[in-house]
């Protein structure tokens, strides 16, 4: 595993004095693209704006068509401008804001792929009512209603007034020292005149590639200032955030008071089926052997024998369900070497490496192990893989497990492999899971569960 990586704004490596002209180049370069993504925008509010100023052309027509009632032209304009007008807003605001909608996501994506500024969707969920033809209208202009769209909006114009200039200033200023540099040999008659001409002509040269070199530094410092600029306005609000994290809350609430109660049924019939039936059995064994004790005391002693093999099976049944529930290693070791008893018991060649400087939360701590337990089935059942490698750390207030085979791959969520019921498990603690299994393996699997870890002198056991 790699120890870190650049943000795409670094200007470069250290140690590699001249990697710092290819990085500012690249961002030189996506500054201009950001450029023409300003002009796409710039395009679609005159788009907005056409109708609207038309609708007004047709309104003042309207009102001062008694002026000019004689002219036959002029009727015809009066009469149609207006509902033209209102026609083409009603044709093209909803396709237009979903054009707008569109670049911002755009934007946001290619600020934190370039720019290393991460931006959030903040956008509302479409709205879904029961009744057919309110939902149809609701969808038709949900986009408008939504706080985000007149961000996205307003982010256009701030945009075209000041973004170019942090997105073009490195370009600019490359493009102009590279001019300087060759002016010495376009004003080479000027440094054959006395005076200060030719003096000037030559140092031109040098002054453009000092301009030059001061753009390249610049431009993936610039790079990153656009990007926080563009996540100042495209970023989720507080209350959008707000809005987001209480569905997300609803969502997970809902999945595990569903897995929970899916998890009292399997527990509850698993003792109807296993060890309430061995018990039952084994009472009315020892019911026979106590009406033939008497009369038959081999027969007894063989019922006798038989209720303590009922009886050991019925432990070992209630084991395994204890064990299903809460492993007593989880409760007693922790995380960590519960999950090396795992690697231990798994048919495959396991290799676990990392450690935990205290323990999770005893929630999370479940959530993990089993997670990794089911990780491990699925790959000795699926994968066709003769080893794994199992990663176990905690920095920066997060728990992460990544579980990599070398398997044949084509792991799916969307399959219904048991990733996507990790995923809610997960998801209950605000917890990631990513998936990275091409056809042909090798499968990677991270996990990331948010947590804080107590000491382990003061950890329950």
Known sequence: MSSG?????????RGEPWSWIGAGIIASARGLAFCGLMLAGAGLLLTLAAPVILTALGVGLLLNGPRWAGHETTAVVLRVAPFAGLGISLFLIRRTLRAVRWLAGLTRRLAGEWCGVPIADPYLPPPALAGQRVRLGRRLWWPRSDPATRRDLLWLVADSCVGWVLAAASAGLVAYGLVALVLPAVGLPVARTPGLGGLVAWLAAPVGLAVAALGLWLAPRLLRV????????????????????????????????D?????????????????QARLVAMGMTLDAAGQVLDENPAAARALLLEARDASVKALAELRDLVRGIHPPVLADRGLADAIRALALDSPLRAHLAGQLPGRPPAPVESAAYFAVSELLANVSKHARAGQVWIDIRHDAGMLRIGVTDDGCGGADPARGTGLRGLERRLAAFDGVLAVSSPPGGPTVVNMEIPCALSSPKTSSC
């Open 5 to 13: 990586t650049m943000s795409p704004g670094d200007p470069g490596r």
């Open 226 to 257: 656009y990007g926080m600029f563009a996540r100042s306005m495209l970023a989720p609000t507080g209350q959008a955030e707000l809005a987001v994290r209480v569905r997300h809350l609803a969502q997970t609430r809902s999945e595990t008071i």
């Open 259 to 275: 897995t929970g109660a899916a998890q009292m049924r399997r527990i509850e019939r698993d003792l109807h089926d296993g060890a």
